[in-house]
């Protein structure tokens, strides 16, 4: 069963021969076809059992599957929120003037939001029982997963175009081992700021060009207690960078993009690495959130004392 379409609205039209409570995966077939979206998505090569989380490049669908979203309440009163901004001015020092700066939180008012967190469907490359290649999503059950079956066919949809529905009746999915592609770690071992902050460069510079020197700061901030390694995401993970202390049972998590936070995780690098970005993001799993203020310095300081 094949569906070619821009985007779906419901399961029912369009999966009409799918009963209630059949397994149900979602895949791509024909990937010779399909490298060049592939590569986006985040494969460097066809390498059966790898899986990655897709890069949010290719439109709103893939955008919210990787970095969630937030809703605005018109409906409801403004509240205050703050924004990070470097205040600069000249000070007297004797009969000349010095420049001097520092970051302040200024208030503003906007509509309440709340954040949606990403539904992180990962698209895993495996073969089916005629030893076909497929890049496929997890299962589902037709009925009581309707709004997560939804996103997943959409998802494909929005990358390649098409998708097909498999079951086990029609085309059994062989397991394959997870390898995940979801971070780059780079060389091992305490550098300087100058010296990492060159290897983050190409990272950082993604981000808008007023929130740059923040980041820079911060992430200048948790490499002086010295990380014992630095990895930084990749395709649906971009954004991202993890310095962890294995000595200490600690790893940060920085996200480059303004609003979110610093997730203090307390658990071994090799789980992390296997972990979907939901699991990583779940109240669950982290020690602490660190929001982007002012006072994220000190908060952060505080973790390694």
Request: hydrophobic share 40%; aromatic share 10%.
């Amino acid at each position: 069963m094949i569906i070619k379409k821009r985007r779906i609205r419901d399961i029912e039209s369009n999966l009409p021969a799918v009963k209630d409570g059949q397994k149900i995966i979602i895949g791509v077939k024909n990937l010779d076809d399909k490298k060049v979206q592939l590569k986006r998505v985040g494969f460097e090569s066809i390498d059966i059992g790898t899986s990655v989380l897709p890069s949010p490049v290719f439109g709103p669908v893939s955008r919210f599957n990787a970095n969630g979203k937030n809703l605005v309440h018109k409906d409801k009163p403004k509240e205050t929120a703050y924004r990070t901004i470097e205040w600069h001015w000249k000070q007297w020092h004797g009969k000349d003037t010095i420049d001097m700066s520092k970051l302040v939180d200024v208030p503003y008012k906007r509509y309440p939001r709340s954040f949606v967190a990403p539904p992180s469907v990962e698209l895993k490359l495996t073969t089916s029982t005629k030893r076909e290649v497929l890049l496929v999503t997890p299962m589902y059950t037709m009925g009581s997963e309707v709004g997560a079956l939804l996103h997943a066919i959409n998802l494909l949809l929005e990358i390649f175009g098409e998708c097909y529905v498999y079951t086990e009746d029609l085309d059994e999915i062989i397991k394959t081992e997870t390898v995940r592609l979801n971070w780059k770690i780079l060389p091992e071992g305490k550098r300087p700021w100058q010296q990492l902050k060159n290897e983050l460069n190409p990272v950082i510079s993604k981000a808008r060009k007023g929130k740059r020197k923040f980041i820079e700061k911060r992430l200048e901030t948790i490499n002086a207690f010295e990380p014992e390694f630095t990895a930084v995401g990749t395709a649906g993970f971009a954004g991202y960078i993890i310095m962890g202390f294995p000595s200490s049972d600690v790893f940060v998590l920085e996200s480059l993009y303004y609003g979110n936070a610093t997730y203090v995780l307390g658990t071994n690098w090799e789980s992390i690495s296997k972990f979907t970005k939901a699991e990583i993001l779940n109240e669950n799993l982290h020690k602490d959130r660190i929001i982007h203020r002012v006072s994220w310095f000190d908060k952060i300081k505080s973790v390694f004392k």
